[in-house]
């Protein structure tokens, strides 16, 4: 199968995170194996995949801030009676900086590979890495199956060392 791939692919190839999974992966024949290369190498699925994770880690920490911000500030609006504008400027600001930076982003990291349009959608909090997933891998059951296969092997890495890191970190300590 490696035959088949021109040096630059394999360099390529080695490159991403994805397409490794997938030359390595048991559950692909070798012609799947080589379809799903060209089609990584060729249409930049890794890079859609790493700014679709990058997205949904950018929404899980803009969704703790959300839920301190935002109830800390109506609190704070609510205990001193007073709604104006230095109360609501800060989440106003948060809201249009994140929509900005994210639009920016996405804009930098998969230009000429999305429409604006793409990218508008993309920006919506919470939704963005769905709806870049859907857009690139829906057309393509072999593809949306190994991309399926991938996350949940990262998921599953990224639970396993987030256990190993409070196992060790609340390890009991024996004295000799």
Same mark, same amino acid.
């Given at each position: 199968?490696?035959?088949?791939?021109?040096?630059?692919?394999?360099?390529?190839?080695?490159?991403?995170?994805?397409?490794?999974?997938?030359?390595?992966?048991?559950?692909?024949?070798?012609?799947?194996?080589?379809?799903?290369?060209?089609?990584?190498?060729?249409?930049? %699925? *890794?890079?859609?995949?790493?700014?679709? *994770?990058?997205? @949904? =880690?950018?929404?899980?920490?803009?969704?703790?801030?959300?839920?301190?911000?935002?109830?800390?500030?109506?609190?704070? =609006?609510?205990?001193?009676?007073?709604?104006?504008?230095?109360?609501?400027?800060?989440?106003?600001?948060?809201?249009?900086?994140?929509?900005? =930076?994210?639009? %920016?982003?996405?804009?930098? *990291?998969?230009?000429?590979?999305?429409?604006?349009?793409?990218?508008?959608?993309?920006?919506?909090?919470?939704?963005? *890495? =769905?709806?870049?997933?859907?857009?690139?891998?829906?057309?393509?059951?072999?593809?949306?199956?190994?991309?399926?296969?991938?996350?949940?092997?990262?998921?599953?890495?990224?639970?396993?060392?987030?256990?190993?890191?409070?196992?060790?970190?609340? @390890?009991? %300590?024996?004295?000799?």
């Amino acid at each position: 199968m490696k035959s088949n791939l021109s040096y630059k692919e394999k360099c390529d190839c080695v490159r991403s995170n994805f397409c490794t999974y997938v030359n390595h992966e048991k559950s692909f024949s070798s012609k799947e194996k080589i379809y799903l290369i060209q089609i990584i190498l060729n249409d930049n %699925i *890794s890079g859609v995949l790493y700014v679709s *994770s990058i997205l @949904a =880690a950018w929404s899980l920490i803009v969704t703790i801030i959300d839920f301190i911000l935002f109830p800390g500030i109506i609190i704070y =609006a609510i205990y001193h009676g007073v709604i104006d504008y230095k109360v609501l400027t800060p989440p106003i600001l948060f809201l249009v900086g994140n929509v900005v =930076a994210k639009f %920016i982003y996405i804009s930098v *990291s998969l230009k000429g590979k999305v429409m604006y349009y793409d990218i508008i959608i993309s920006i919506l909090p919470y939704a963005g *890495s =769905a709806y870049l997933l859907k857009k690139f891998l829906i057309k393509d059951k072999l593809l949306s199956k190994a991309v399926y296969d991938f996350l949940k092997m990262k998921k599953q890495r990224i639970k396993n060392q987030f256990v190993n890191f409070f196992r060790k970190k609340h @390890a009991p %300590i024996l004295l000799e």
